[in-house]
């Protein structure tokens, strides 16, 4: 049994109970980024999580070791085709010098982490149309001189 | 004048006078993001502020149309190599099916517009390292059927 | 059964029993080109048109729910190379910083939506030789400041 | 002097008059479209047009038969970056097979021409948000069997 | 049964008979190129060629259609690596300006049409090493201005 | 002086005086192909052809043996972006295998040579619009064994 | 069975006997570099030799015809990644230009071919470390003028 | 004074002078195939073969250090266009998988050094059409275990 | 069986058993490196320590000559996206042309071997969060003149 | 003045006066390879050891403030060409999921840091033929759970 596979299950079994992402990440205490994530084979949980996440859905046992493996992230695609991902990729594009400039003017030469990082996303009302609100939050790393 | 020159302007006033982004947005009454986005030749200003811009930064008079022209958006790298950009792009390649998932739980099938859109970027001090947080709101657009 | 296999499905009834696109639409009470983006897995139908489909063609009753799933688009060829739709991705090439600067005249800094968009196809009839004629529809969505 | 140069000089005048292409269009009896495109050094315009063009807006008399000379058209970007473009890629890209259905359909095996073609592009105004629509007519050209 | 299989089983019956592919397109009544474009799976033969072709190949009956169907030309390689293949695109390479010069000298604003178009291929003996002639014929289309 | 220079020249002489690449041609008594790709700096002429073009388009005597020079045979885009030449490159997608299992089924394993080669192009009046035609002979080059 | 096959066979054929390249091209009377690219598939074998390879490796009859099957050469890398096979690669690259200019030196605007060809490999011993010895020999092809 | 001027000088004077290759390699006791790599740039020269060279050839005293300078080697078509270059290409994709087979069954697990290398080209007269004989030879490398 | 199926095995072990990659290297007198490399595929162990790996975790006995196999190696990403493996690239980004410039100030124009090399890497902990070591040691060459 | 321009004023003091990396690098009290970096515009110094630098070389005052700035990091070649930096990168392509599997059974899921980073160079005389060592320490960073 592999990531792919578990993955599968996760997908079908939410297809079957309508079971969703939210629900699921709360079920095991969890965050909905990170779990969603996890069960699509980009992180890895720890094995408690990754064992009451199985049972929770009523995997195989052996599911919950798998869900706890390390990945190897693959991300086939360089520019992403799917328009709500695409959007993303632009906005990288579009404001990532922007973004450079400002965290470096913030914290000086450096980066914000994607590991020691995590990340909320949120639908909020709004009477003009809803919004969809992204929160990320990630370690700031200066260059070490040496 | 262009809007590359433009920007050459306003990095070489800020190299010489330490001016920041912050203090920039502060003075025409808009946010830092949009404000260095439109000083990167990346957004079109309005024409009030780009002029309020041009005169507290005391560039050239013509400075501010150009400020308020549309912008064609090139960003040359597909996949980004500067570190701090790039550290964005894996965000958008390791979570980007995971954000799709969620948006699309929240909101049904749609995206979130990187058009009708705005951002905020912080530092936020930590006893355990400093972290850069970066919040996104757009608007959810629902696909139409038709 | 995912959205391939009920792409599947649909050709082949339609090589069995001759059907047309243009009959399928009209039998759900939807457009053309949507309904046949949706049948290619491109869009995700209304449940209840998606099980009407799914009746009218005879196909297992879980299709319904498979064509109501929402996809992820993906589009392999960033170039495309089938002739047909080839002189498409010319016309972008061509026109696409026309189309750009007489939106933005009309419309301001912004663009023309291709998620809130309803396009149609049809042949009109010429002595000079038949036209296809293609109609796009998509809301304007001006750049917001902040 | 070159395309390049003749259309360096139409977008100067256009900044210091504000002309628009629309009535540059209507100045010379063409549409915005081909008008536009011809001018962004993408089509050659007849020479009494060309001329007019000229003429009409106080170009050197060399700007005339530079608008009439045959492009090479080139696109460097094969996937467009600025969002105002892509979205008219990313359509291709989602609705491409569809419209070879619909076309080949209504037409047998054959294509839409991009060579004998015309496209228009309005601003339709709408209580829900104003539209932009985009209306494109090429001759239906069958494959030839030999 | 797709175009893939078809194409294999005219590909397996040829090598068992040693028929050729000029004695396959004698057999219908069309070109060489033509015919073995069609069982490559390039174009579409009219629905009594292909049933014909089927026949007198004793392939099975529902061969015929299939060979009528219209095809998704895909090629896989932009450029590409079998020697004989390559040196066309070389020659595309090398002389396409001077194509495009000559055209439309010839013709006007233009191109050649690959899709009103012909092919024919022949080997003519000649004492100082046999040669390759490729004839094509493509209607000429003047690009429209309106 | 560089061929790009003398190209650049040849060019400027066209649009001044209306000369056309086929009397060029005749006037060196080359082939109109040769003459126009060794002007667009793609072939070496012969010492004297090139010293004749030279005189007799009134460019400075250095022309000639410039013109004499071997190239560097760049072409920039692995796919052309130009209407007219990508028409050329979408034969060679289509019908590649094609003209390879004809050439190899006249001829053995072997291709047609692009360097022994020449090719003829015209444009032939036609009541139901004019066509353009291209021959290319190349020698056959049979794979040595050994 | 097709060329992959056969090749198939023939390396497992080599692993279970230890059977060299060296002593099956000295079996059939043809050179190590042919009789190898032969048998992996990228070149075609006189119908002699190959059913002469097939009988002394104990193939089936069938693996003869195949080796002497015209094939269509694909290397899917078009930057290799073996180091063994990079470095050839990198010759290319580092010395491609000094070749042609070698090459044209002594044979005036021309190449050598890649088909009317052959290549042999040695090792030979040397006290500072054995040395690998590769040597080309192809036709001469002046370039046509026309 | 850099790499590419000094390789402008040499080009020129070697226009002017119709001076080889050949006799500059001889002129200061090393190949041809050594000496034309560094006067483009691809090679570093011992420092008195480079001062002996910029004398023979009447270069600036500069030049000297120049050609002795280590180059960053850069070639910037990963496939390369030229015809001459590419059947060099060619050979590698063709033969890549070949030559590591035999070089590998001479030598154990290894590569051909491409920096321990020499290489030499000749063209050998023959009745059937001269040819070019090119022979490498580079120290056998076998992989470390540890 | 073949490279990809040992591994396979391999990893299937690791996951039962847990056994790891260092006492994998202890139990065959090797180092982490290179027994984690020969187990991927990516190296060949030495017949004696194969045997020996296959022993040690009770693959089949054909397992050993496996691993001992001559591989060729393939990275299918030219630019990794697993993060972990992309900050390795990023290195090489970043540093290369001053490890370039480094190296050949030390040893003259020349290079690292890839070949003739070793590599150790190490977790060392420290208080203010463990630290990865990584060292590298291959023989330098000097480029040859000839 | 710009990080570029300071590149080439050290580039070019370090021709005239033969002053090394390692000589700069001890002057300021910083490693060779970090000063090297920043020298190349790849990193940023602390203003006192960018000054100190400055005045070491006889630079104008402004290339202090300039070697300060923090850079953005831009490597043109995805794939590098030079055969030097190649090496390093082909070492990333074969080892980099040894590395990973490595850094991950040492350290759990995590990654080794880019940018709390260091290196070092060195050439070790050996008698087999020296040799280069490179050590790199990054900070262990692991995955955060959220």
Known sequence: MNKAEVTGMILAKKK???????????????????TTSAC???????R????????????PQEAGPVLAEFPTKMFEQSIPTDPCIYRLYEIVG???????????EKGGDGIMSAI??????EKIPDPKGDRIEIKMSGKFLPYKNW
């Not at 079957?16 to 990170?34: L, P």
């Not at 699509?40 to 720890?46: D, I, V």
């Not at 408690?48 to 995997?59: E, I």
């Not at 020691?116 to 996303?121: A, L, P, Q, R």
């Open 16 to 34: 079957q109970t309508g079971i969703t992402w939210a629900s699921m990440a709360e079920a095991i205490g969890m965050s909905e980024v990170f």
């Open 40 to 46: 699509l084979g980009m992180n890895s949980m720890p």
């Open 48 to 59: 408690d999580k990754a064992d009451k996440l199985a049972t929770h859905l009523g995997l």
């Open 94 to 104: 579009v404001y990532g010098q922007t973004l450079k400039e400002l965290i470096q």
């Open 116 to 121: 020691d990082f995590e990340m909320y996303v």
